[in-house]
């Protein structure tokens, strides 16, 4: 009797020390993981209307412009480009490069082709860490003798 109740209590030791494991580090890892992924989402969207945006320029020969600049905190000034035939790309690290639009577009397409690397690295990470929990969550259910679902 003594044997099975010291049994019990290192079973719930296990089942303790697994469902520590899942919930502080895991499930942070994959919020994390999830997180990252959505940072590269939106660079990913940032290029695209990058993009789309030269693209438009070039398709319908806008050569000048008049727009609406953000200073920050939401204030606007209106701002007058005398030549769109160049641009200045943020190419990370706080770096901006000047750029006609087809070296622009040439740029953005590699870019776009690392980031989607990146989405695919984030998104392997995700279902791994899914699928740790998923088996250590299995191991608990074995431990704790459950039938299966």
Known sequence: M???????RVRQEKVKKFEEFVDRRLKPDLVNAIAQRDKVFQKQKTFLDLKRNIENLE?????SMRSMVNLGSEVYAQAEVPDTRHIFVDVGLGFH?????????????????????QIDEYTHLIASIKAQ???????IREL???PAE
């Open 2 to 8: 003594a044997m099975a109740a010291a049994e019990a």
């Open 59 to 63: 398709k319908n020969g806008v050569t």
């Open 97 to 117: 490069v000047e750029f006609t639009w087809q070296e622009a577009l040439q740029f953005i397409s590699v870019r776009e082709a690392r980031l989607a690397r």
């Open 133 to 139: 929990i998923k088996l250590v969550c299995e191991g």
């Open 144 to 146: 704790l003798e459950l």
